[in-house]
């Protein structure tokens, strides 16, 4: 089982960057990845962005693709999330959580078996 704790959430102007870090605890294989998802009041939490632990591999939604970079840092086991040119529809708690990776059900919250507390980003008109 992992432990995964965010950070980095805040307030910030549309337009503008933040950077999420996602803490990693607990025995990782090569085969586990991170992911972000978000949950937006009113709405269901959605997948945003993944990074395999093994070889680094990434895959985005295709809202964030453009705008979003997730990267990990093995040695200090950190998985980060660069947002940038920011809009309010970002604004929501952003989780953190790992899963085996399968490239049939990443997409899926049920895939994941350990979750971060969240962190909240609002992003302001």
């Known amino acids: 089982q992992m432990r995964l704790v965010e950070s980095g959430g805040g307030l910030v102007q549309a337009g503008g960057s933040l950077r999420l870090s996602c803490a990693v605890s607990g025995r990782i294989f090569s085969r586990h990845a991170v992911a972000w998802f978000r949950q937006a009041p009113g709405k269901e939490r959605e997948f945003l962005a993944i990074?395999?632990?093994?070889?680094?591999?990434?895959l985005y939604a295709d809202s964030v693709k453009d705008r979003f970079t997730i990267s990990r840092d093995n040695a200090d086991r950190r998985v980060h999330l660069e947002m940038n040119s920011l809009k309010p529809e970002d604004t929501g708690v952003y989780y953190c959580a790992s899963t085996l990776f399968d490239s049939r059900t990443y997409l899926w919250r049920k895939s994941y078996g350990d979750w971060g507390q969240g962190t909240q980003v609002t992003v302001s008109s």
């Open positions: 990074i395999k632990w093994g070889d680094g591999g990434t």
